[in-house]
């Protein structure tokens, strides 16, 4: 074999190994900078600021004493605190012992609790900060659909020669109105109620007249998006591809796909997929997947890992400050509850613990979302994101959540824990911490 045959999967690879580099070291940056600022806020000094761990590539120190380092290791980072011993922010006993009153005030062990609690609550705060912020900015550069569906920009497809055009706002779909401003469970069931057809009916609106024109099935069998670690990723389906058919049988609606995947039993589909103007075969075999249900819990069905959509863009209206925030927030919200419901099933083992992922998962869908356009990319890093703040917050020593119980304990009891039982809780919470990346990097390797 030449040489030229390793070049897709060695840039894969590397595009992999970037991107999640990069994700990793923007959130953990900002993660490890909610500590520092708080902490300065708060009068407690930070001795060193580091991305990443091992040998130091660069360094400076800043006018109040702080060390801004890059170390040589991109799998985390830390902020030391005076009189702290390790990243970790154990005491440093012998530093402690020597330090004066106004100094000990600098340090995390001598600083007020408010102090010490504000600035361990700052990193996965400021995680979630950094994802309504991506989230909002999403919303104000693409704009939200308005209560008209105006038609956008149309896909292309295989089947030509329609007269709706762009900028028509749809009234009628053969023959029913379409429903505007209603719940998305409404307009879902008109879309299921549309015939399987090629061609269809529409009444719109153009230039202030009424006319009935022609189009394409309003949701078509066309691939919107394509979920990493998929079947259809790691077959090769691509955004814009059309699935034509299946199993030699032709198809008109996305709904048509639906079914058959659902209905497959894990059996391999072999599917027509027009792509540029020409049709090709792909073979997929559909996975078993844990999907969560909007009303809590989840159900299991069999997916391919492909998204639709409209067989037109729907044109978008520019969104206010307040109402990206909102739906920023709302989104961020929809991630926490997603996760810890997960989280939750996985432990009764009402859903495969599968669906947890380690750092090798992690790192193959940054490779995919990068490789998927920078805007996925982004929001990837968004979610991802999220759930280190969550996972930060988990009451595991070691943790900011176990040093937050810590400091609970003392808000109620009046004292600090006892250092050799701090240290005990410690070593079980790193033990905790390791067993978990073990466990997900097993799930990363052998899981289907």
Known sequence: MEFTGFLPSFQSGVLTIIAFVVALSVIVAIHEYGHYIVGRWSGIHAEVFSLGFGPVLFSRVDRRGTKWQLAAIPMGGFVRFKGDANA?????????????????????????????????????????????????????????????????????????????????????????????????????????????????????????????????????????????????????????????????????????????????????????????GATQPFDLTPKRVDEPLPGGGFQTQWRIGVGGGFAFAPATETAGIGEALGIAVQSTGNIIQGSISGIYHMVTGAISSCNLSGPIGIAQVSGAMASQGSMDFIRFIAVLSTAIGLLNLFPIPVLDGGHLVFYAYEAVSGRKPNDKVMRIMMSIGLALILSLMLFGISNDLFCP
Do not use: C
């Open 88 to 276: 970790a922010s154990g005491e440093d006993g012998e530093v402690i012992s020597t330090l004066s009153e106004a100094e000990l005030r600098q340090t995390m062990h001598g600083a007020p609790l408010w102090a010490r609690t504000a600035t361990v609550a700052a990193g996965p705060l400021f995680n979630f900060a950094l994802s309504i912020l991506i989230f909002a900015a999403v919303v104000l550069s693409q704009g939200v659909v308005g209560d008209k569906l105006i038609v956008g920009e149309l896909r292309d497809l295989p089947t030509t020669g329609f007269t709706i055009q762009e900028g028509d706002e749809v009234l009628e779909v053969n023959g029913a109105a379409f429903p505007v401003d209603v719940e998305p469970d409404v307009a879902d069931a008109f879309v299921e109620g549309l015939p399987s057809q090629a061609t269809l009916d529409y009444l719109v609106r153009r230039d202030g007249d009424t006319l009935s024109v022609t189009g394409p099935h309003l949701y078509p069998p066309y691939v919107a998006r394509v979920a990493p670690q998929s079947a259809a990723f790691a077959t090769g389906l691509q955004e814009g591809d059309v699935i034509t058919g299946i199993n030699e049988q032709e198809i008109f609606a996305f709904r048509q796909l639906k079914d058959a995947v659902e209905g497959s039993d894990g059996a391999t589909l072999q599917l027509d997929v027009w792509r540029d």
